[in-house]
């Protein structure tokens, strides 16, 4: 029931609460379906490189939607492939093992699992929805939101309406308060700080200790499993940098801040690494002020579209994840793709909620067990010294030992089986499908009701006749 070129039949507004890569990619979506799109973002243009500060990995669910949308040789300037993963201990640097990517597996999840910097990605995203005719907004605080009226009010006191309004204004979000009544991510309690930084490549291949992190034949991401600690490190393109993730116990007391932009003093990240291997210890040395987050495991919100049915959310406003997870941005990426599947659909406004709500039937049970995963990866790589952690190591590295992945058998197999099952998920073929199963359904029984009433009232007609 789409129209020409899959554009929607009927074109209508779309407000977009947020310009992160969520919000983008939203913007992105919708224009491609032939919907008008204003994203506010907060930030203003010339800020936005300063806000972020690191890597960010997008596995193949997401790299296969971008490929889609065309965007796989932009990509290809500002990433890296990833072809292994090499695992070590936090304290010491003992290696646990190196799996290598399968080939033959990537190709089957129709994608690849790429790196790169988070301000290069917003980028490319930026450039994209303009080319494709959005709005984009920057230095818009929209400061409150009205679901039962549809629109939204800027620092400026400025009003603006639409007929959907999208919130995809991140973990603390505005639009999640007013459809749910309350903050959810400030009532989840810090169980880990996650500390982002980079280091630039060359310095790092200078380094006769370090060089190995760059050495063939494989591109590889770095985890290191610690005592209630972790670390992960990659490299990004665009730039040529190192991204560097740790996770550490939260410091009790403190007022964390939520959100991504707040630049901190690098001792800080330097005395909580805690009992670390030398060159970790090297690597933060030669980082840039890192920023501090809150890593939280939020539970799952039971509302994302506001009872007026023309209000939703999306990415970490409807779903947070824990701060660094390898899905945050694959997941609102996918929200976007899904949301304008379905409104490609779109003929009558009468459509708007149920589209709405059948998005958040789509995505809710696909993120909420991504979320899962993405909690029960982080408890796995910062289990604390026991037995089943001494289990675990001894485990990998007999798989290593004798020539097999370290992520094959034992406890790793069933988050290793996850993981196939997360990679090879299509966002955007789980929407078709819903559409041939349900969305079909639906109208045809909507359109049998009108003709049902238009056939009692030609009989009525009739009779009085
Ligand atoms: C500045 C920044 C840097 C990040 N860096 C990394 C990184 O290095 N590595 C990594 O793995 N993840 C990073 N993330 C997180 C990552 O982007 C998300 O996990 C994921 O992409 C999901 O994104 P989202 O669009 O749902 O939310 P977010 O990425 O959080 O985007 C939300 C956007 O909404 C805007 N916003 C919030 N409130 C309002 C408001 N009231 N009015 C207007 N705009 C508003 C915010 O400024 C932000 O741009 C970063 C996020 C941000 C915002």
Same mark, same amino acid.
């Given at each position: 029931? =789409?129209?020409? =070129? %899959?554009?929607?039949?009927?074109?209508?507004?779309?407000?977009?609460?947020?310009?992160?890569?969520?919000?983008?990619?939203?913007?992105?979506?919708?224009? &491609?379906?032939?919907?008008?799109?204003?994203?506010?973002?907060?930030?203003?243009?010339?800020?936005?490189?300063?806000?972020?500060?690191?890597?960010?990995?997008?596995?193949?669910?997401?790299?296969?939607?971008?490929?889609?949308?065309?965007?796989?040789?932009?990509? /290809?300037?500002?990433?890296?492939?990833?072809?292994?993963?090499?695992?070590?201990?936090? *304290?010491?640097?003992?290696?646990?093992?190196?799996?290598?990517?399968?080939?033959?597996?990537?190709?089957?999840? %129709?994608?690849?699992?790429?790196?790169?910097?988070?301000?290069?990605?917003?980028?490319?995203?930026? *450039?994209?929805?303009?080319?494709?005719?959005?709005?984009?907004?920057?230095?818009?605080?929209?400061?409150?939101?009205?679901?039962?009226?549809?629109?939204?009010?800027?620092?400026?006191?400025?009003?603006? &309406? #639409?007929?959907?309004?999208?919130?995809?204004?991140?973990?603390? !979000?505005?639009?999640?308060?007013?459809?749910?009544?309350?903050?959810?991510?400030?009532?989840?309690?810090?169980?880990?700080?996650?500390?982002?930084?980079?280091?630039?490549?060359?310095?790092?291949?200078?380094?006769?200790?370090?060089?190995?992190?760059? /050495?063939?034949?494989?591109? /590889?991401?770095?985890?290191?499993?610690?005592?209630? &600690?972790?670390?992960?490190?990659?490299?990004?393109?665009? /730039?040529?940098?190192?991204?560097?993730?740790?996770?550490?116990?939260?410091?009790?007391?403190?007022?964390?801040?939520?959100?991504?932009? !707040?630049?901190?003093?690098?001792?800080?990240? &330097?005395?909580?690494?805690?009992?670390?291997?030398?060159?970790?210890?090297?690597?933060?040395?030669?980082?840039?002020?890192?920023?501090?987050?809150?890593?939280?495991?939020?539970?799952?919100?039971?509302?994302?579209?506001?009872?007026?049915?023309?209000?939703?959310?999306?990415?970490?406003?409807?779903?947070?994840?824990?701060?660094?997870?390898?899905?945050?941005?694959?997941?609102?990426?996918?929200?976007?793709?899904?949301?304008?599947?379905?409104?490609?659909?779109?003929?009558?406004?009468?459509?708007?909620?149920?589209?709405?709500?059948?998005?958040?039937?789509?995505?809710?049970?696909?993120?909420?067990?991504?979320?899962?995963?993405?909690?029960? =990866?982080?408890?796995?790589?910062?289990?604390?010294?026991?037995?089943?952690?001494?289990?675990?190591?001894?485990?990998?590295?007999?798989?290593?030992?004798?020539?097999?992945?370290?992520?094959?058998?034992?406890?790793?197999?069933?988050?290793?089986?996850?993981?196939?099952?997360?990679?090879?998920?299509? #966002? *955007?073929?789980?929407?078709?499908?819903?559409?041939?199963?349900?969305?079909?359904?639906?109208?045809?029984?909507?359109?049998?009701?009108?003709? =049902?009433?238009?056939?009692?009232?030609?009989?009525?007609?009739?009779?009085?006749?």
């Amino acid at each position: 029931m =789409n129209g020409i =070129n %899959g554009k929607a039949n009927l074109s209508i507004d779309f407000l977009v609460v947020g310009g992160g890569i969520g919000g983008l990619a939203c913007a992105i979506a919708l224009r &491609r379906v032939g919907h008008r799109v204003t994203v506010l973002e907060k930030t203003r243009d010339e800020d936005v490189a300063q806000m972020s500060h690191g890597g960010i990995r997008l596995p193949p669910n997401v790299a296969k939607i971008l490929i889609h949308w065309g965007l796989g040789e932009q990509l /290809k300037q500002i990433a890296v492939t990833s072809e292994a993963i090499e695992l070590e201990i936090y *304290e010491t640097g003992y290696l646990l093992g190196v799996h290598v990517w399968d080939e033959e597996f990537l190709k089957e999840t %129709g994608g690849s699992y790429i790196f790169c910097h988070h301000v290069d990605l917003r980028r490319l995203l930026f *450039e994209t929805a303009v080319s494709l005719g959005a709005e984009i907004r920057g230095g818009a605080n929209v400061v409150s939101v009205d679901g039962d009226d549809c629109h939204v009010k800027l620092s400026t006191g400025e009003t603006l &309406r #639409a007929d959907v309004i999208v919130g995809a204004d991140g973990r603390s !979000s505005l639009i999640q308060r007013e459809i749910v009544g309350y903050d959810v991510y400030a009532s989840t309690p810090c169980s880990s700080l996650l500390y982002n930084t980079t280091v630039p490549g060359p310095l790092i291949r200078a380094d006769p200790e370090l060089s190995m992190f760059y /050495k063939k034949p494989y591109t /590889k991401l770095f985890v290191w499993f610690g005592n209630g &600690r972790s670390a992960m490190g990659y490299p990004i393109g665009g /730039k040529d940098e190192f991204a560097l993730h740790f996770w550490v116990p939260p410091s009790s007391g403190e007022d964390e801040p939520d959100h991504w932009g !707040s630049e901190i003093d690098m001792s800080e990240m &330097r005395r909580q690494l805690g009992e670390c291997e030398p060159r970790l210890v090297k690597l933060v040395s030669m980082g840039s002020p890192p920023v501090r987050v809150p890593t939280k495991n939020v539970p799952p919100i039971e509302d994302w579209v506001h009872d007026e049915g023309r209000m939703v959310m999306i990415g970490e406003a409807a779903h947070p994840l824990p701060a660094g997870s390898i899905q945050g941005a694959a997941l609102a990426v996918e929200d976007a793709a899904v949301l304008a599947k379905l409104f490609s659909h779109l003929i009558s406004e009468d459509q708007i909620p149920s589209f709405l709500y059948a998005f958040q039937d789509l995505r809710e049970g696909r993120c909420a067990s991504v979320i899962a995963s993405e909690q029960g =990866n982080l408890t796995f790589q910062m289990m604390p010294k026991c037995e089943q952690q001494e289990q675990r190591d001894k485990h990998m590295r007999a798989k290593y030992d004798a020539g097999e992945s370290p992520l094959a058998g034992g406890d790793a197999a069933e988050q290793w089986e996850m993981l196939k099952e997360l990679f090879g998920y299509d #966002a *955007e073929d789980e929407a078709d499908d819903w559409w041939v199963k349900w969305g079909v359904l639906r109208e045809r029984a909507k359109q049998r009701a009108m003709d =049902n009433d238009m056939e009692a009232q030609m009989n009525g007609l009739v009779m009085c006749h």
